[in-house]
């Protein structure tokens, strides 16, 4: 297998120009902590991810803490936009096809932000005041109407566990996608890849889960033959 160029390797995770500064910097940020943890992330490494200088930054964040709040705040701003939208135009269908379609999205999500999981991940893994912060502030929220969702779709399923277990089927392999690229000579970001993973994760998990707790069907009465 051919290696992957540096230029290849340079352009998974583009920060756009045309976006926003604002933007621009809460993203580089994000990266920055998924990547580096709270402790390791510096202002001066993101300003330059982002192409603003360092002291914009510091104007507008007085502390590292307040970016990393401010980051946060954006990241979850942006995955309750696009599940909310999702939402909104599924209120008349049965929550069956409505837990389908918000999964589909989350992959899309996911794909177009790798560095959320590992964000979560790397803070999930170190209870403390920012993780208390993030779970009273966002993420309980979340995995409360996930939870509801997965109860009114299939009341027999364990809603919580498979809550994560779908996190993890949905977000893994787009956050380790260079080494996934490696590997198998495929980038999971690619658009096809990404709809193939979201289809992959309602076929095998949703569809199954439901097949395993559907109640079984009373075979039909034969009638005796005269």
């Keep these: 297998m051919p290696p992957i160029s540096r230029r290849k390797r340079t352009a998974?995770?583009?920060r756009a120009a045309s976006a926003p500064t604002p933007?621009?910097?809460l993203s580089s940020a994000l990266a920055a902590f998924a990547e580096r943890g709270f402790d390791g992330a510096t202002t001066r490494e993101i300003a330059a991810d982002a192409g603003v200088p360092q002291g914009l930054v510091t104007y507008h964040y007085a502390s590292k803490q307040a970016l990393w709040e401010a980051a946060v705040d954006w990241v979850f701003a942006e995955l309750a936009r696009d599940l909310g939208a999702a939402e909104e135009a599924l209120r008349d269908v049965s929550p069956i096809e409505r837990w389908r379609a918000v999964t589909k999205r989350f992959v899309r999500f996911a794909a177009k932000h790798p560095e959320f999981h590992r964000f979560m991940t790397h803070e999930g893994a170190h209870d403390g005041p920012r993780l208390r912060w993030l779970v009273d502030r966002h993420v309980r929220p979340l995995?409360?109407?996930s939870v509801a969702n997965i109860r009114k779709a299939a009341p027999g399923l364990d809603a919580a566990h498979f809550h994560y277990v779908m996190i993890g089927a949905a977000t893994h392999m787009l956050a380790v996608a260079p080494e996934v690229e490696r590997v198998t000579g495929r980038d999971p970001r690619d658009p096809k890849l990404v709809e193939a993973h979201a289809n992959a994760i309602v076929d095998w998990?949703?569809?199954?889960?439901?097949?395993?707790s559907a109640p079984p069907q009373t075979p039909a009465r034969r009638s005796k033959p005269r």
């Design 12 to 14: 998974l995770r583009p």
């Design 23 to 25: 933007e621009r910097i």
């Design 143 to 145: 995995y409360e109407a």
């Design 205 to 212: 998990l949703i569809d199954g889960a439901l097949a395993k």
